[in-house]
């Protein structure tokens, strides 16, 4: 009854597809991009749409901090830091294969001055620096929150569920409100305070999805929502009102309650195989897609994407060209991945020799 390893990859997925509506439509300023469906008094309603996006973050954080929960529980603290040193590194040998790849097709399409600083690459190279493509920066807070996860979830483990949401949810509050009003005046220097905040606006929902995983919140949800008719009519009308509510309170602060509104929803409806099938397809261009989309709206591509001036036929427009360079980039990262993986194999084949033989 609790959310599958497939149910997480796919709200993954919804995760990257809400950054792209996100990062495409949340402007109000449409001139020059595409044209409005329809006007809300002078709004275009594909930026309440957009609006919604904000979502993606605590989605993507939230089924993180649900799914290493779930995993850790059966893990020493040691075995989960390994693990996800690991996972780190295989993210990196994703990033670096992007932005080599980037790099090329700057230099082929004949704009290669945008990378022309040596220093500027290394610092991106070591992601110290994420200027050459704004969406990388959750980056560096995800591998610090991944490299903290074992601390948060024997953390989430020991804690009682109030207790924790409140200290979290206060850390979340202050964060936010410092990184877009400066409410403290500090002695830091610019970069280590943003990645200092943006951190304390990620943990609440990594945390609130360990809290989901620890008190088996979707399965009691499941459970009082098993006779009841029309879930998925129910669902999307839920998930509709959620725009709306955002389309009123426009602020991000709100982000956190529209994912966790979102996940249930969306968990509690009935899916075909055909969407699961669709969805998890999606999904797994995830990581490629957040790595890729900021170059073909913005820095190479802007006026293929926006061509059509259409929104529906940009956002699958977009999608497409992403899906395709994901395609590539896994035909150089999937065979380094499984080479990875057979060493790791290997070496913990002759390990557990060793230890045999010591036994012995």
């Known amino acids: 009854m609790e959310l599958s390893k497939d149910e997480t990859k796919i709200l993954k997925g919804f995760a990257i597809m809400f950054m792209v509506l996100l990062h495409l439509f949340c402007r109000k300023d449409i001139d020059g991009y595409y044209n409005s469906f329809f006007m809300i008094g002078d709004i275009p309603i594909e930026y309440y749409v957009g609006l919604f996006g904000d979502a993606c973050r605590p989605i993507y954080l939230f089924v993180t901090g649900y799914a290493f929960y779930t995993v850790f529980l059966s893990r020493s603290v040691g075995a ?11 993210l990196f040998i994703n990033y670096w294969i992007v932005l080599f790849l980037f790099l090329l097709i700057g230099f082929a399409v004949g704009k290669g001055d945008f990378f022309v600083s040596i220093w500027r690459f290394i610092l991106s190279f070591t992601l110290i620096d994420y200027s050459y493509n704004g969406a990388w920066w959750f980056l560096q807070v995800y591998i610090i929150i991944v490299l903290l996860s074992p601390f948060l979830i024997n953390l989430t483990k020991k804690s009682r569920f109030i207790y ?8 979340y509050f ?8 400066g409410i403290f005046d500090l002695a ?10 943006l951190l304390g606006t990620s943990q609440f929902s990594f945390l609130v999805g360990g809290l989901f995983a620890k008190y088996k919140i979707i399965s009691k949800l499941r459970i009082k929502s098993q006779h009841i008719r029309f879930k998925n009519m129910l669902g999307i009308t839920g998930i509709v009102g959620l725009v709306i509510f955002h ?12 994912a966790v509104g979102f996940i249930c929803l969306f968990t509690l409806m009935n899916k075909s195989v055909q969407a699961n099938n669709f969805l998890g397809y999606l999904s797994s ?13 913005i820095t190479f591509f802007k006026d293929l994407t926006f061509m059509s001036k259409n929104p529906v036929i940009i956002f699958i427009w977009l999608m497409f060209m992403c899906i395709v360079t994901s395609h590539l980039i896994k035909l150089i990262y999937n ?5 990875i993986d057979r060493r790791v194999e290997q070496r913990q084949i002759m390990l557990n020799k060793d230890r045999s033989l010591k036994a012995v």
């Open 188 to 197: 830091l220097p610019q970069d280590v305070e943003k990645l200092l905040f």
């Open 335 to 339: 065979p380094i991945s499984s080479a």
């Open 80 to 90: 989960s830091f390994r693990k996800n040193l690991m996972r780190i590194f295989k």
């Open 164 to 171: 924790l949401f409140l200290i979290s949810g206060s850390i």
């Open 247 to 258: 389309g009123f309170i426009e602020s991000a602060i709100i982000a956190p309650i529209n």
């Open 174 to 181: 202050t964060s936010h409100f410092q990184v877009h009003r």
């Open 285 to 297: 261009h995830s990581t490629n897609i957040w790595l890729t989309h900021m170059f073909f709206y």
